[in-house]
Nanobody
Framework: QVQLVESGGGLVQPGGSLTLSCATS????????AGWYRQAPGKQREFVAQ???????KYADSVQGRFTISRDNSGNMVYLQMNSLKPEDTAVYYC???????????WGQGTQVTVTV
């Protein structure tokens, strides 16, 4: 079982920025898809961003141009740089590591992001 630990969440004003981090071990993100998802109160978990093994990125339309997913050289850290935050970005953000053959992968415990005046 892959262990993932998210950090970096917090309270920010609209228009502000945050960077979320996801830590793992064994260079997992050099071999697995890295993903960020979020779940707002009363809503289902939704896709935010994905980074493939070949560094191909994919974003939800709602965050395209504002969020950036990246990985460090060791493959043990994945980041989500979030700019121009909006109140509707408020959610618990989850990191996901998924091997190519899996449809679900492993999840972290989540980190809360709250965007409010």
């Amino acid at each position: 079982q892959v262990q993932l630990v998210e950090s970096g969440g917090g309270l920010v004003q609209p228009g502000g920025s945050l960077t979320l981090s996801c830590a793992t071990s064994a260079n997992i993100f050099k071999h697995y898809f890295a993903g960020w998802y979020r779940q707002a109160p009363g809503k289902q978990r939704e896709f935010v961003a994905q980074l493939s093994i070949l560094d191909v990125t994919k974003y939800a339309d709602s965050v395209q141009g504002r969020f950036t997913i990246s990985r460090d050289n060791s493959g043990n850290m994945v980041y989500l740089q979030m700019n121009s935050l909006k109140p509707e970005d408020t959610a618990v953000y989850y990191c996901n590591a998924r091997p190519l053959a899996s449809v679900t992968g492993s999840w972290g415990q989540g980190t809360q992001v709250t965007v409010t005046v």
